[in-house]
Structures are given as structure tokens and as C-alpha cells.
């Protein structure tokens, strides 16, 4: 049977769960404090998703990794590490009966790490970021082709939006989320229109990865962050906006925020310079802006009645009882380094459902 997504909310059948390298990964790194709190994070990472795998499957949702090489060398290129498959979603996406697969870098992402170094010019920094492109689909090679065993299209695009942390699926109605504040709506409506020509085409002013900014989480109820009332794009729906992060107040994270602005963070790391060089170094483009996340609207559907996040929230929580939706608390606990909640994490391959038209909340 071919693999279809019609809507996010209808039955998990299908999904893919993100995977990290293992600890003999890291045995490159020389100073042992360090190392240890790379294999501890590598351990737990793994002990975490292995979580999220057996929680899917206990909703009869079968679950595909993506593989890391046996040779770890192969994660270099141009030595520099590519990031591990830890957030499939970001790579492409099951849009009604065809995988869509960006094969090209996103050029917003490419444009901020271009601007940390000063190492090569743009015309050879597009070069190697395209060679890590291209080893980090690798890791899903195997995924791309139990899809297309199973009759569903892999439809490769040179559109670096087309992927799981910007699109959001309802029926026939698609909604694409900007990157930044400088976007041309109308240009992204045009440009969606003539590659999906039969659904009605939809732009959130979402400024960055729309699955960390708002969630539709069944038909009639919006959670959110941003300042957005979403009347244009979801008319008639509730919205709910969940409190901003209280990263940069927590006394846990003093210390991320003055040594790092709030990117990331791992426990014992503000004890280590050399942890603090490492990620710099090596990992700078592993890890995001932690402090801003709201992991609350980071929200995985498994169906109508039940999604999965990664940490609790009251607003959050309160808000899908009434609409007799239960939440599912599936700890990350290093959410903070991989700057990722549980919809980052997975990418729906294959759910039960129709073209048909949603039917909106009564």
C-alpha cells in the first residue's frame, strides 16, 4: 500500500524516529572530562528515543531509523562533522502521495553559518554545505527506498522549504511557513501554487521552522507562540498561545546564557572550557537557539485524540482537553543541545486517511 499523509491528525501508521551517533563516536576528542560528556550524551540521546519508539509502537505505529555508517570517518566531510540524523523532520516530507525531498541546503540556514566563518568564500562555502547536504539524506537512504518499495513517488526539489518543519498538512488545504521576516509572501504563494496545483495553498507568518512556532492540533484548535491571530489562514479557529520560554530565568541555564547566549546547553559543560571549544569548533551547526524554543508547540499527532511532546505544559494541556485530545509526555532530556521536541524527531511516513476535505471544528 502505498504511503499517503493527508492530515497530521489522522492515524500514525508509519513514522521515522531520529537517531544519534553512538558513544565510540567521540573517541576522537582528547580531553576525557570532555569525551565522557559526549558519550553520556550520545548514551542518553539514544536511551531517549528508544523511549519515543517503544511509545509509537505501543499505538501499532511502525517505526523506521535512519542508519548511521560503520565507518564513523564517513560523518566527515571537509573536516567538518555533519550533524547526526537526530531531527528527521527537517529533510523532507510526505505530502498526500508523494515524499518530497529538498536536495539542496536550506539557503537561510547557509547564509548564517556562511556569515560565522571567514574561512572560504560563498562560492566554495555552497560547495562543501551542499556535500554535507548530500551525506545527511544519505543517512536516510534506506528510508527513501522502503517509500518508493511501498508505490510512493520520491519527488526531489530544489525548494529548500519543501520539508516537515515548514508545512503543515489539512486535507486539501497546505499551509507553508516563512523563514524570516524579509520573506515575499506572494512569491512563496506563487511558487507553491505551481507545484501543488490541486490543494489551496496557504503562507503563516511563522518567521523561522513553523513546526516551532504553531501547531494545528485538530480541526478548530491552534497552539501557538507567535503573535499571530491566524485569522486569514485558519479562520474561525482557536487560538491558544502558550507563555515564551523562561530559558534565560532559570537559574539552571545561567550559565548557557552567559557563555554560549542561550544556545545550547549540557549539564556540567560550564565546568569545562574544552566541551565549550568543542561545540564551537565542531558542532556549531548541531545546535540552534535553545533559549528561544518553546518545546510545548513542538506537538506530534499520532491521531485525533492523542499527541506526544516532550515536556509538560499547563496551558497546553488544558487547552486540548477541551477539545478531548490527550497529551503525552515523552522526556527529551537533551532537548536543550539538540534543540529539538518530539515532532523534530519524527517524520510521518504513512497515515490512515482520505484527499478528502477536513471538516472544521463544530
Known amino acids: 500500500m ?10 500514525l501508521k508509519v513514522c521515522v524516529v531520529g537517531k544519534s551517533y553512538p558513544p565510540e563516536f567521540y573517541k576522537w576528542i582528547g580531553n576525557k572530562e570532555t569525551r565522557k560528556k559526549f558519550e553520556l550524551l550520545a548514551e542518553e540521546t539514544e536511551e531517549d528515543l528508544s523511549n519515543l519508539v517503544k511509545f509509537l509502537q505501543g499505538f501499532d505505529v511502525e517505526v523506521v531509523r535512519p542508519a548511521i555508517p560503520d565507518d564513523l570517518g564517513e560523518c566527515w566531510t571537509n573536516g567538518a562533522v555533519v550533524p547526526p ?3 528527521p523532520r527537517d529533510y523532507f516530507i510526505t505530502i498526500h502521495n508523494g515524499t518530497w525531498v529538498p536536495v539542496v541546503p536550506n539557503k537561510v540556514h547557509a547564509k548564517g553559518a556562511y556569515r560565522k566563518q571567514d574561512r572560504l568564500s560563498w562560492k566554495q562555502f555552497q560547495a562543501e554545505d551542499q556535500q554535507k547536504h548530500d551525506k545527511k539524506l544519505s543517512f536516510y537512504k534506506d528510508i527513501f527506498s522502503k517509500i518508493q518499495q511501498a508505490g510512493t513517488p520520491i519527488i526531489e526539489t530544489t525548494c529548500d522549504f519543501i520539508s516537515g518543519c515548514w508545512v503543515s498538512r489539512v486535507g486539501e488545504d497546505l499551509y507553508f511557513a516563512t523563514q524570516t521576516a524579509d520573506d515575499d509572501n506572494a512569491e512563496i504563494l506563487r511558487t507553491v501554487d505551481k507545484m501543488f496545483e490541486t490543494t489551496t495553498n496557504h503562507v503563516v507568518d511563522a518567521q523561522g521552522h513553523g513546526d516551532a512556532v504553531y501547531c494545528p492540533v485538530t480541526p478548530g484548535l491552534i497552539i501557538s507562540i507567535a503573535d499571530e491571530d491566524y485569522s486569514s489562514s485558519f479562520p474561525d479557529w482557536e487560538v491558544v498561545h502558550l507563555p515564551p520560554s523562561d530559558y534565560s530565568k532559570h537559574k539552571k541555564f545561567q ?3 552567559k557563555l554560549n ?5 549540557i549539564p556540567g559543560f560550564e565546568h569545562d572550557p574544552e566541551c565549550l571549544k568543542v561545540v564551537e569548533t565542531y558542532f556549531d551547526q548541531w545546535v540552534g537557539e535553545a533559549q528561544e524554543t518553546v518545546f510545548g508547540v513542538n506537538i506530534l499527532c499520532i491521531d485525533s485524540t492523542n499527541i506526544a511532546v516532550s515536556e509538560h505544559n499547563d496551558t497546553l494541556e488544558k487547552a486540548c482537553a477541551r477539545y478531548g485530545v490527550n497529551v503525552h509526555v515523552i522526556p527529551f532530556r537533551h532537548k536543550y543541545f539538540w534543540d529539538a521536541g518530539i515532532h523534530c524527531l519524527t517524520n510521518d511516513l504513512h497515515r490512515q486517511g482520505s484527499p478528502a476535505k477536513w471538516l472544521q471544528h463544530e
Not at 502505498?2 to 492515524?11: G, R
Not at 547566549?261 to 546547553?265: D, I, K, L, T, V
Request: a positive charge; proline letters at 14%; aromatic letters at 24%.
Open 255 to 257: 550559565s548557557s546564557m
Open 85 to 87: 540524523p537526530v531531527t
Open 2 to 11: 502505498p504511503y499517503t499523509v493527508y492530515q497530521h491528525w489522522d492515524p
Open 261 to 265: 547566549r542561550g544556545r545550547w546547553y
